[in-house]
Nanobody, 120 residues
């Protein structure tokens, strides 16, 4: 059965960096389009970045040039390197295979995710 676990979040000041990790069991990341999601209070669940099986990537405009998604297929781990963090990046972050939830909310079955808090 698919099991995913996010880690690496924390509290940093604006301009700082964090690297999020997503480890999986019961799923080979190389066989699925994998995504990082985030949802902050008052906001909808949004896709931050996608790693497609063909190696292409996607980023929302607000994080381009600052975030980098990558996969280590040997370790079956996905990463999100976040540099030059801004207060607007404050959110709970989740990893999941596509497709994502059909509604505006992240899937409650994803658990707590990992919290990123950026102070000004």
């Amino acid at each position: 059965e698919m099991q995913l676990m996010e880690s690496g979040g924390g509290s940093v000041q604006a301009g700082g960096s964090l690297r999020l990790s997503c480890t999986g069991s019961g799923i080979a990341f190389s066989d699925f389009d994998m995504a990082w999601y985030r949802q902050a209070p008052g906001n909808e669940c949004e896709i931050v970045s996608i790693m497609y099986t063909d190696g292409s990537t996607y980023y929302i405009d607000s994080v381009k040039g600052r975030f980098t998604i990558s996969e280590d297929n040997i370790k079956n781990t996905m990463y999100l390197q976040m540099d030059s963090l801004k207060p607007e990046d404050t959110s709970a972050y989740y990893c999941a295979a596509l497709p994502g939830p059909s509604g505006r909310q992240c899937d409650p079955n994803w658990g707590q995710g990992t919290q990123v808090t950026v102070s000004s």
